[in-house]
């Protein structure tokens, strides 16, 4: 019988092709955009006009502990993209002397009401004079209210991006020092880790109640969790 032998396919090389950082990049916003498309929040806050999903966030600490009064006078630390100010447009009332500042080296990605102040610059070279409100000229300190959303540039290294968020909000708590109303509050983003109790021991030196707060819609898996601290009692 004769047989032939069947041909032997050959396996094609394959070249070792490295991806760029660019292309890895376009995976990475690819990949938010995929995570967005299903996130509840991100959904909601594009149908109600918001510039970002964190301003449900502030609402959650709002609601859970009155944090904001018709006539406050809010400062925020890193204002843009700026959906933490369009909440504070809501819910305080310019004739009753309610009003806010806003400061972030970035634009805001909307335009905001006669009442609300925005600053382009770094709230760490700034001076307290600088920060007040057009109409309020006398010295001392001014806010009923300071947040900050703001978060250091991360490394992808645990340890490192949480000392860096542990040293930001020490400067946040600096600034509300010199800036916050006796019985003011404070609201600061900070990512959860081993320096997270130190630093809470450190607030509750200047406010008569300091609370740790996770909104819901907060991203699984982040690490990111506030501090929200009452009852201002050391004016420096």
């Known amino acids: 019988m004769n047989l032939r032998k069947k041909p032997v396919r050959r396996r094609k090389k394959t070249a070792n092709v490295s991806v760029s950082r660019s292309h890895k990049k376009k995976r990475v916003r690819r990949g938010q955009s995929r995570y ?3 996130d509840p929040f991100y959904m909601q806050a594009k149908r109600e006009g918001y510039v970002a999903r964190s ?8 609601k859970a502990f009155g ?3 018709k006539d406050s006078i809010v400062l925020d630390l ?13 819910v305080v009332d310019p004739e009753r002397g309610g009003q806010a500042v806003g400061i972030d080296l970035l634009d805001p990605h909307v335009a905001f009401p006669p009442h609300i102040k925005i600053i382009k610059g770094d709230i760490f070279k700034v001076s307290p004079k600088e920060l007040r409100p057009d ?6 300190q001014v806010f009923d209210v300071i947040m900050s959303d703001m978060a250091p540039n991360t490394t992808g290294i645990a340890s490192v991006d949480q000392d860096r968020s542990i ?15 006796l019985d003011g509050a404070l609201i600061v983003k900070v990512l959860e880790g081993g320096g997270m109790q130190q630093l809470v021991a450190e607030y509750k030196k200047y406010f008569q109640q300091v609370k740790i707060k996770r909104p819901k819609s907060t991203r699984v898996g982040s690490k990111e969790t506030f501090i929200v601290a009452m009852g201002f009692s050391v004016v420096e």
Request: glycine content about 6%; overall charge neutral; charged content about 30%.
């Open 135 to 140: 109409n309020m000229k006398e010295d001392g």
């Open 55 to 62: 301003i449900y966030k502030l609402e959650e600490i709002d």
């Open 78 to 90: 890193g204002c843009a993209p700026g959906s933490w100010m369009q909440y504070i447009v809501n």
């Open 167 to 181: 040293a930001l909000c020490e400067r946040v708590l600096w600034v509300a020092r010199n800036n916050l109303k």
């Open 67 to 69: 944090i904001f009064k």
């Open 36 to 38: 967005d498309r299903h």
